[in-house]
């Protein structure tokens, strides 16, 4: 928007510096007739020349002259205004412009730290993730042994149920053998 504003500015610009050249040639060719026409004549050609319509030429041409002088005068002055709002106006699209890429530039720095907090997240969930299987790993090993140690447990608590039972049993002629001690059978099943 303010793009085209300055270019309306410029356009209006060189328009007016061009009607103002125009003006200043008219304005020369019109001095250069009044001079002309003004420069003193010798006395034989100052009596031909001296007639009524020359002299209303003369007084046009002045009046011409006064007028355009005036319009230049205001075109200047229109020229000199549409320079200082033009120097304003690009004044202020510079300052914009200025803004904006701090605030791009700070959006940049943003976007990177972003990026690197984001990276440093990714990494530290991948090391979690990885640190999870492991346990979950050592969790399912343990869980293996648990139930190992469990089977084992199960089968001395067995052997020690039929163990105690060969100890309190009574024997065939009906005596117990006793605690701590062993039937002859008892010796052959179990070893020593």
Not at 9 to 32: C, H, K, Q
Not at 41 to 53: G, Y
Not at 73 to 91: F, G, K, P, S, W
């Amino acid at each position: 928007m303010s793009q085209e504003t300055i270019a309306l500015y410029e356009e209006r610009l060189s328009t007016a510096e061009a009607r103002r050249y125009e003006m200043e040639d008219l304005i020369g060719s019109l001095r250069e007739q009044l001079r002309s026409q003004t420069q003193p004549p010798s006395p034989t050609s100052a009596a031909r020349h001296l007639s009524s319509a020359t002299q209303i030429e003369n007084e046009a041409l002045r009046e011409q002259v006064v007028h355009l002088q005036k319009k230049l005068t205001i075109m200047e002055d229109m020229l000199e205004e549409v320079r200082a709002t033009a120097e304003r106006d690009e004044a202020m699209v510079r300052e914009k412009i200025r803004r904006y890429r701090e605030k791009e530039d700070l959006l940049r720095q943003q976007v990177s730290e972003c990026e690197s907090e984001i990276a440093r997240l990714v990494k530290s969930e991948n090391n979690a993730r990885a640190r999870t299987e492991e346990v979950g790993e050592a969790l399912r090993e343990s869980t293996v042994a648990l139930e190992n140690a469990r089977a084992e447990i199960e089968g001395l608590r067995a052997e020690i149920v039929v163990r105690n039972s060969h100890y309190f049993r009574k024997h065939d002629n009906g005596r117990f053998a006793g605690f701590g001690r062993r039937c002859g059978s008892c010796l052959q099943r179990f070893g020593r």
